[in-house]
């Protein structure tokens, strides 16, 4: 085997042992798996390199030197393809997609063929951690890769093929490429999306442009960020972004465009074609998270009388892009909708029977644009639908929302809920980083209590003692966890119950209810005051340590109280934030209600003690 | 325009617009470029900063006054080469140094980088306990605790939303400026200073020079200028926006330190006080806060410490994946991206273990960290003129014959000093 890094540099030499320069770099044809080096650049002492063809001059080499079968003054110098690539300039140190691993790597070294024969081949670019080290240096590999295996851990070679590379820094759609050539554009789109996410925004915009429009199209949907995905679409020519937007799926489409900025988005929906304009304006219509916003348009409706026939007809007459269809859905005289056809029944009946005659005889499962796309989602999953349909109030289908949309909308909404719930939304990523946190969030209460300690202890310097502070603040964990589990009832209360639901308690309802339990809380810390004094007393007599603990305990019940009191107030914000659909985390409301508690407590065992004091 | 009244559809408006924006600077897109210049120039007032600019006024007075419009020059110069190669090529500079300079030019660059930025982090830790150590609070319990947080934060990518605030804390730094009124220094003599260099036959003198070049034009401020142009993508007709943003920036950070020096020359140098820890500095404010100086000063070093500790891991450790092709990203977990959680990790940990050695004496810890940047910056500044002067690379934007020489002179200076430095200390001055 003999590597790119080895070679480049090595003395040239003619057929007499003449040396005419250095090695530069190596051209290879691109219409193979394994492509054949084709010319040699050579540096010649002028320091410009010039380009000699590798199959006519070009008699053995090895990796210390190359040497020609010619004179020095024989050779005739060449130019480079358009089928050419040179494979220093082009691609060692580039960055390049790894179209089968999928993902964006470095390469490191070019690895080529055995030098047996005359011919050289690239066999593949080095992506692992052995390129870098040989790069450095030879020995240093060596050494390395040994002692690697002798730890049982063996470092392996990463080689990825020129059939599964794709160039990112030079556009190769002008290179005849290879048949089995995979490149960016065969990946399926929510890899490319995926691939295009790690990139830095410039090649990402660059990348984009060099896709074919319909597969852009797709990976634009794709993007988890839609605001990066907003922002590509900023930097695309307009015609071009318009073009984009008419090929996507209208209820992408919608999405994408309520991202970008009104003047940019009225521009390119001036641009695009009348029908897709008013299929993404009347979604765009529709409240965000309803199922209005979430539908496509593009469902298959037919009359009530048609045949299946007629259907089977509709459907191969169908175009590419449209919308994968499940259901045939059937309109009466008054464009209502009045019936559904499954696929599977279409294919089984025979050509002229009535569509009618076949629909599902159950009761309609439909939608209203203005339901929460929460419950069309779950609707879904009840009825074990692929498609819902959403109908206008007098019946008339207005278009339908697909399960994978369903799906989103589950995944999206159950993160919500986590994180309302207090856990972390990033399940998937795993760490020590996350577990601290993890910790953290769970004993917040014990990090605020050390803090109230120690600014209830400098506020009070000087006038009161230290230990009667911190026998006081003994009663502080108390108020902090209780207003952590207000927070913790609060949200579940929200949670399992909607406020839209008739029979869900209502804000009042709740709001006695809390206080009771506030109440009930609040004499428990009291009772068990009581029995606390009792036993100090008996030890140590009336004196600072039973009036300290006395303190801090008033306080404690006292802000466990105004922890319930209040959580009808986080639940009021809660549900106002989720009205304007905005997140809301959990911790940071725990946090809020740990720190209110740690307020009321610190102001309550003052005044209690100034009462006592006069 | 008299063409354009004719036929004033909104489109030929909207054009016209447009042209006249590309002649002349939209103020709009003037306010959205400025920021990271501003960042990169208040963080640039950090501990090794402050130290270095507090000891040279107490060491030497006036006499290195004549240093600051010197580097803030410089300082425009660099950061303009970085912010300008970033519009044109839209890739970091670690990017473009791997595919100028192959392996192993950027392993060297690489390496330079986590050496000099390893220590910078380590004089923001000592930065921090000397600030926190004001308060009384001991370093075994500052540092520990500031790292964990500071790793929390960087590792869960939530250091974004802290980032405003401590940039409004370390802004204490800008009562420098205040203060410089107040204590009414000799303003004649200052601008004489200011304008006529200097030197002194010390290697003192000489090791604050490299210090004062190495903190003001920093390794990791070239990689933030670039990273954040490339993140804006920012483009090559926006270049003159970059610039104004970079030149503001750099006379901000150098109007600090000038007002630094000049404080700290005027309250500290007659007094004959020493800069041998954060007390000491802390004097300077004095005229301005009395008692309270101590709270100010200490608040301020804490929040800048602070805050160019959560950047610097993270800059260093993409840099250094960007560099070899590997994942990087806070939002990448430690299973995707192992090198970039890494190298945060083990940067933030090795600082924080030395900074809690018992009896090290934290304010050197900072001067020192400032020496190592000088020493290492020709390095990735030679790096930097190569890649700038290639026009397969910068196009039309490529360096000119004076940004050339300018960098050059500070590779020059940077290493003259180095030596002379050296030089000085090995014959026992």
């Known amino acids: 085997m003999i590597y790119l890094s080895q070679m480049l540099g090595e003395p040239v030499y003619d057929v007499n042992g003449e040396k005419i320069g250095r090695v530069n770099d190596l051209g290879i044809a691109t219409g193979e798996v394994f492509p054949r080096v084709t010319a040699l650049a050579v540096e010649g002492p002028g320091k410009t390199p010039f380009m000699i063809s590798w199959r006519k001059y070009v008699g053995s080499f090895d990796d210390c030197e190359v040497r020609l079968k010619v004179v020095d003054t024989d050779i005739r110098f060449s130019y480079l393809q358009p089928d050419e690539v040179l494979i220093r300039r082009d691609l060692l140190n580039k960055q390049i997609v790894d179209t089968r691993g999928m993902r964006v790597v470095r390469v490191n070294d070019l690895k080529l063929s055995d030098t047996s024969s005359s011919q050289l081949r690239l066999l593949g670019a080095e992506v692992g951690a052995r390129g870098i080290l040989r790069s450095l240096s030879p020995h240093l590999e060596r050494i390395v890769t040994r002692c690697a295996r002798a730890l049982g851990k063996p470092i392996p070679e990463r080689i990825i093929a020129w059939n599964y590379m794709d160039l990112l820094d030079r556009d190769l759609s002008s290179v005849k490429l290879s048949v089995t050539h995979k490149t960016l554009d065969e990946l399926h789109p929510a890899d490319i999306a995926d691939i295009l996410e790690r990139l830095d925004p410039r090649l990402r915009g660059q990348v984009f442009a060099q896709l074919e429009s319909e597969q852009a199209a797709e990976a634009m949907a794709e993007f988890d960020d839609d605001a990066m995905a907003a922002e590509i679409m900023g930097d695309m020519e307009e015609s071009e972004a318009s073009r984009m937007l008419s090929e996507m799926d209208p209820d992408d489409a919608a999405e994408l465009v309520s991202e970008l900025d009104y003047e940019k988005a009225e521009k390119l929906l001036r641009l695009m074609g009348v029908k897709e304009r008013k299929a993404i304006r009347q979604l765009l219509g529709y409240r965000e998270n309803t199922a209005g916003r979430i539908m496509t348009s593009e469902a298959l409706i037919m009359d009530e009388g048609a045949t299946v026939g007629d259907a089977v007809e509709r459907l191969r007459n169908l175009d590419d892009d449209f919308e994968t269809v499940h259901y045939v859905y059937l309109k009466d005289d008054e464009k209502r909708l009045s019936g559904i056809v499954t696929l599977q029944r279409l294919v089984k009946a025979e050509p002229d029977e ?261 | 325009m008299a063409d354009v009244t004719e036929k004033s559809t909104p489109t030929a408006a909207a054009e016209s617009g447009q042209q006249q924006g590309r002649r002349r600077l939209d103020p709009k897109r003037v306010l959205a470029a400025l920021g990271p210049g501003m960042v990169a120039a208040l963080a640039g007032a950090d501990a090794g900063g402050v130290a270095t600019y ?193 030149v503001t920036g750099s006379v901000v950070a150098s109007i600090i330190s000038w007002f630094i020096i000049l404080v700290t020359g005027h309250v500290l140098f007659p007094a004959g006080i020493a800069v041998n820890g954060a007390e000491d500095a802390a004097a300077a404010l004095a005229p301005l806060a009395g008692p309270y100086a101590q709270v100010l000063f200490g608040v301020g070093l804490v929040g800048a410490s602070f805050l160019a500790a959560c950047v610097l891991p993270g800059i260093t450790a993409s840099a250094v994946c960007e560099a070899f092709g590997w994942e990087r990203g806070a939002d990448r977990s430690w299973a995707e991206a192992p090198t970039y959680r890494g190298i945060i990790s083990a940067i933030l940990f090795v600082s924080a273990a030395v900074v809690l050695i018992p009896n090290v004496n934290l304010f050197g810890i900072m001067m020192l960290a400032q020496v190592v940047n000088g020493v290492l910056l020709p390095v990735l500044l030679v790096c930097m003129i190569v890649i700038a002067r290639d026009r397969h690379i910068m196009g039309a934007h490529a360096n000119g014959r004076i940004w050339n020489a300018l960098t050059w002179v500070t590779v020059i200076a940077v290493t003259v000093f180095t030596v002379i430095m050296f030089v000085l200390q090995a014959l026992g001055f």
């Open chain 2, 54 to 246: 507090s000891n040279a006024g107490a060491m030497f007075g006036f006499g290195q006054l004549w240093t600051v419009p010197v580097m803030c020059f410089l300082l425009i110069v660099v950061q303009e080469t970085a912010a300008r190669m970033g519009c044109v090529t839209g890739k970091g500079f670690a990017s473009l140094i791997r595919e100028r300079f192959g392996v192993r030019g950027s392993a060297l660059a690489m390496l330079a980088l986590l050496i000099s930025n390893t220590t910078v982090t380590l004089s923001e830790f000592a930065g921090i306990a000397s600030g926190l150590g004001l308060f009384g609070v001991p370093t075994y319990l500052s540092v520990p605790v500031a790292a964990l947080a500071i790793w929390l934060l960087t590792m869960s990518g939530s250091y974004n939303r802290i980032e405003k605030i401590l940039l409004a804390i370390s802004c204490v730094f800008v009562t420098y400026i205040v203060a410089g009124f107040m204590v009414k220094p000799d303003w004649a003599q200052a601008a004489h200073d200011t304008v006529v260099p200097q030197f002194a036959n010390d290697p003192r003198f000489f090791s604050l020079l490299v210090a004062n070049i190495g903190t003001t034009i920093a390794p990791w401020m070239i990689f933030l200028a670039q990273s954040n142009v490339v993140e804006k993508n920012a483009r090559e007709e926006d270049i003159p926006y970059q610039r104004i943003d970079t």
């Open chain 1, 354 to 614: 009535r569509l009618s005659d076949i629909s599902i005889e159950d009761e309609l499962i439909t939608a209203n644009p203005d339901d929460d796309q929460e419950d069309v989602a779950e609707n879904i999953a009840k009825y074990n639908l692929l498609a819902m349909p959403v109908v206008d109030d007098n019946g008339v289908l207005l278009g339908i929302v697909t399960v994978d949309d369903a799906l989103d909308v589950l995944e999206e909404e159950h993160a919500e809920d986590l994180q309302i719930a207090g856990g972390s939304t990033d399940g998937d990523q795993s760490g020590n980083g996350h577990d601290l946190m993890w910790l953290l969030r769970r004993n917040a209460w014990f990090f605020i209590w050390m803090l109230g300690a120690v600014v209830m202890a400098i506020v009070t310097l000087g006038r009161v003692s230290l230990e009667s502070v911190l026998l006081a603040s003994a009663g502080l964990p108390i108020a902090l966890i209780v207003a952590d589990d207000s927070i913790t009832y609060v949200t579940n209360f929200f949670l399992e119950n909607d406020p839209d639901d008739e029979d869900s308690p209502s804000l009042a309802g709740f709001a006695v209810r809390s206080l009771g339990i506030g109440l009930v809380f609040a004499l428990l810390v009291l009772l068990m005051l009581m029995v606390f004094n009792t036993i100090v007393r008996t030890q140590y007599g009336m004196g600072s340590i039973s009036s300290s603990l006395t303190y801090g305990f008033i306080a404690a019940a006292a802000s466990t109280l105004a922890s319930f009191a209040t959580a009808p107030i986080y639940l009021h914000i809660l549900h106002r934030r989720d009205e304007q659909n905005k997140e809301t985390s959990g911790f940071s409301l725990s946090l809020v209600a740990m720190f209110v508690a740690l307020a009321v407590f610190a102001v309550v065992c003052y005044v209690v003690a100034r009462i006592v004091m006069v």
